[in-house]
């Protein structure tokens, strides 16, 4: 069983059409073993490319679940997966939870 984790996400760069983006995935008091990430795209935005995660997607709402060599955080700690994505800049609010 997995500890509590949260999930915040950084724009990182932007030009044009489009943005890049940095999630970090930090684990609470107890350690993680296992994650997923969620967010809704507030304007239309769409990920082109992801990477250290792997994301499913329905309509504006994003799914991210860890990649096989990042799922386990100890205490305290922290990864990171990053995407690009098309539309205009968006940092919106994640949740993460862990199994």
């Known amino acids: 069983m997995g500890g509590a984790c949260s999930a915040t ?7 044009p059409g489009g943005f890049q983006s940095t999630a970090t995935v930090r684990a609470g008091s107890a350690p993680v073993d296992g ?3 969620k967010w809704t795209w507030p304007g ?15 309509g504006p709402a994003v799914t991210v679940r860890n ?20 539309g205009a800049a968006a940092t919106p609010t994640a949740t993460c939870t862990s199994p």
């Open 67 to 86: 990649a096989p060599y990042n799922g386990s955080i100890e205490a305290g700690s922290s990864t990171t997966f990053g995407f690009t994505a098309d």
């Open 9 to 15: 996400i950084e724009t990182t760069n932007s030009w």
């Open 44 to 58: 239309g935005q769409t990920i082109s490319s992801l990477w250290s995660g792997t994301h499913t997607v329905s």
């Open 35 to 37: 994650w997923t990430v």
